[in-house]
Structure formats: structure tokens, C-alpha cells
């Protein structure tokens, strides 16, 4: 005879089970909100946010000053395009050189009105984006599997890097890189996805949405390294399964993208760009030659390591940094994994990677790696596709 509570007609056994049950589904929340919030804390702890003055500029000089500028025209009640305290004989239109990095605008513009003080709305769009570049490459790995604490740890490490560090204040939005892991996550997910599922419900996912507008507004770099990473795998992948699917959901992503990027970049002035009353600047396809990434320059990173040391100091006598070489590397281990990258590509290549699902990640990742150097190398791919599709990237 089975004995019953006070639950209606549920057994005792199953009220403890529905106990047990809802206990853990409460120390799981409690776990996914903590892991993250202990990796913000360190990540802004280790940045010197507990003791910063936001009444002080973060920095004087590079593109901090523009950064500054646009803060204190928000402030004075401007808008995303004219600035009426500078230009003459008028005022100043943000069109003759256009920066495509609306979510960093539009942060800056917020409590730039807010504060009243550019200062302080620039001190908040870093810590803005500090947090989210973490929640990004948390929940980007979280996502595809990863346990939740090696997670975070990985997050800290993706931002506490010296490309962060050479970047801050220079380049502002180029520092502040939240949307760069979504972009890889979008294309990773088209590489994982079932070569014969419905188009549509790859589309139909949340996060899916999330990644693809925060990609596509983060800033022009991201956006297009983001798009070219997944038409790479979107293209590589369909002729591999001999499947339109996957090439059909890389061509909608970029063209979102690429929407997206244009109108919140431009907003309203395309009319004016479109009417020929403003023309938009252009670089030249030689500027990938001066700014395109230096592999040797990774021998940089290496002067932390004693026995190493020796041959980056011998590389930084004989290269000596210009803008194009300097920073653009991360940490010793992740630097590691970018020059290693061809080996991890191979070794996963010859895992079953239909079968294997992490092998399959990890070739795509590492492949993905490769191309990228190929493409931004100075001479690369990059060079070929700035003289014959579009300059506009000079890396």
C-alpha cells in the first residue's frame, strides 16, 4: 500500500523526487549566475576598476580624443551624425569619416546625455563593454559545450589580453571586441549545423538573432571578419556535403550583416550618400601592406618567456613596431594555439568528423585560424581581395 502526503494523490516518493528535482534546478541557476558574475568581478578587479576615477580621462591621445569629442557632443544635445561645435564654416558631419560602430554610439550616447561629463560617459562605455565582452566569450563557450567554470576562466583570458592592453584608449572601439566571439559562434553554428534541416530553424533560435545583430553593430572589423568566417565555413562545408543548405543560411547571415552594418552605420545620410551630396572616404588596397598582420610579430609575446627571450629581442631590433605591428597578438598560450593552429587543423582532420562532434568544433576552429592568417598576412589573401572587391578593411 503506498502512502501519500499532503500533496493530493502523489505518492511520498515522488514528493522527494520532485524535491530532490527542484533543488537541483535551484543550484543549477544559482551556479549559472554566480560563475559569471565572479568572472566580471575579476575581470574588472583586474583592470583597477575598484579604485578609478571616472571624473578623469581613461587616456589623451589616439582615438580616445575622438572618442571624447563625440562624448561631449552628445552631452551638448547633438545627435549620431553633425557635430555643431566644430567644422567650419559650418558644423562637423560624421559621414567624411564614418567608424560603423553603432552599440558603442549608442552606449556612448546614453550616458554621455546622462552624465552630462564625456569623461565619465567614456569610463562607463569601457566598463559596458569590458562586461560584455566577458558575458560574450562566456556564453559563446558555454554554448558550444564548454563546462561553466573553464568557461570563465578562458573569458578572463580572453580579455586580459595585451591586445586589450595596446589597443585601450588608442582605439577605442577596436579595444572593445564583445561581438568578435558571436561572430565565430555564428559560424561555427553554421558548420555544425544538419546539412538537411529546414532552413528556417536554424533562424527560429534566440541566441541566434542575439549574435547575429550584436555582430553586425559591434563594429566594422568584427563584422566583416565575422562574415568572412562564415561564408568560409558555410561555402567549405556545403561543397564538402554537396548540400545547398548550409551555403543558402552563410549567403542570409552576411547579407544581414552587411545590411545592418550600413544602416546603423549611416542611418539617414545614405540618402545623402546615395543623392552624391556626401561622399563617403575610401583607403587604398597598398594600406594592406602597411597594416596587415605580421606573423614573425608573435616573437613579441614571447619576451615574458626567459628562454625565449632572446630571439623576440632580436626580432624587435630588427622589426621595429610601426602601427601595423604592434598588439596584435594575445597572451603567450593563445598566441600558441593561432601558430599551432595548421597541426590542431590536421590532427582534427583526421578524426571522423562527421561522427565526431567535438572534432568536427575544433577542425573548424583551427581551419578557420589558418585561413585567417592566410587572409590577413601582409601580401595575403587580404591584399588580393582589397585590390579587387573593397579596400575598406586595410588588414
Not at 564583445?178 to 538537411?196: E, T
Not at 572589423?221 to 551555403?247: D, H, K, N, P, Q
Not at 606573423?295 to 631590433?317: H, Q, S
Request: charged share 10%; net charge neutral.
Amino acid at each position: 500500500m503506498q502512502e501519500y502526503g499532503e500533496i493530493g494523490e502523489i505518492p511520498v516518493v515522488q514528493q522527494s523526487s520532485l524535491i530532490v528535482d527542484d533543488q537541483t534546478r535551484r543550484r543549477s541557476m544559482v551556479r549559472n549566475a554566480a560563475v559569471p558574475m565572479l568572472g566580471i568581478l575579476a575581470v574588472l578587479i583586474l583592470f583597477g576598476y575598484g579604485g578609478v576615477d571616472f571624473g578623469k580621462p581613461l587616456v589623451m591621445g589616439g582615438d580616445s580624443t575622438f572618442l571624447l569629442r563625440d562624448a561631449r557632443s552628445y552631452a551638448n544635445g547633438d545627435g549620431m551624425r553633425f557635430i555643431t561645435s566644430l567644422g567650419y564654416p559650418g558644423v562637423l558631419d560624421r559621414l567624411t569619416f564614418p567608424t560603423f560602430d553603432f552599440s558603442h554610439q549608442l552606449i556612448l550616447w546614453i550616458f554621455a546625455r546622462a552624465s552630462g561629463n564625456p569623461f565619465v560617459a567614456v569610463h562607463i562605455l569601457y566598463v559596458c563593454g569590458i562586461v560584455a565582452m566577458f558575458m560574450a566569450a562566456y556564453w559563446t563557450l558555454a554554448m558550444l559545450g564548454t563546462r561553466h567554470w573553464f568557461a570563465m576562466i578562458a573569458a578572463v583570458a580572453y580579455i586580459i589580453s595585451p591586445f586589450f592592453a595596446a589597443r585601450a584608449g588608442g582605439h577605442g572601439t577596436l579595444a572593445l571586441y564583445f561581438s568578435a566571439p558571436l561572430g565565430c559562434y555564428l559560424a561555427l553554428k553554421v558548420g555544425l549545423a544538419l546539412p538537411n534541416a529546414p532552413i528556417r530553424d536554424f533562424f527560429r533560435e534566440p541566441m541566434v538573432l542575439i549574435a547575429l545583430v550584436a555582430a553586425a553593430v559591434g563594429q566594422i572589423y568584427y563584422a566583416f571578419f565575422s562574415a568572412m568566417f562564415i561564408a568560409f565555413i558555410g561555402a567549405s562545408t556545403a561543397i564538402a556535403e554537396m548540400t545547398w543548405r548550409r551555403l543558402a543560411i552563410a549567403a542570409i547571415l552576411t547579407e544581414i550583416i552587411y545590411v545592418l552594418l550600413i544602416v546603423t552605420g549611416l542611418g539617414f545620410g545614405l540618402i545623402d550618400i546615395i543623392r552624391g551630396t556626401v561622399v563617403l572616404p575610401s583607403r587604398l588596397p597598398f594600406e594592406q601592406a602597411l597594416y596587415g598582420l605580421v606573423i614573425a610579430g608573435a616573437m613579441r609575446t614571447f619576451e615574458v618567456i626567459p628562454f625565449l627571450r632572446e630571439g623576440a629581442t632580436a626580432y624587435t631590433a630588427f622589426a621595429p613596431g610601426s602601427e601595423g605591428d604592434f598588439g596584435e597578438w594575445p597572451g603567450v598560450f593563445l598566441t600558441l594555439v593561432i601558430l599551432t593552429s595548421p597541426l590542431i587543423a590536421l590532427v582534427a582532420g583526421w578524426v571522423n568528423t562527421r561522427s565526431e562532434l567535438r572534432a568536427k568544433l575544433i577542425f573548424l576552429s583551427a581551419i578557420s585560424i589558418v585561413f585567417g592568417l592566410v587572409f590577413a598576412q601582409r601580401y595575403g589573401l587580404g591584399f588580393i581581395f582589397h585590390a579587387y572587391v573593397t579596400p575598406a578593411m586595410a588588414a
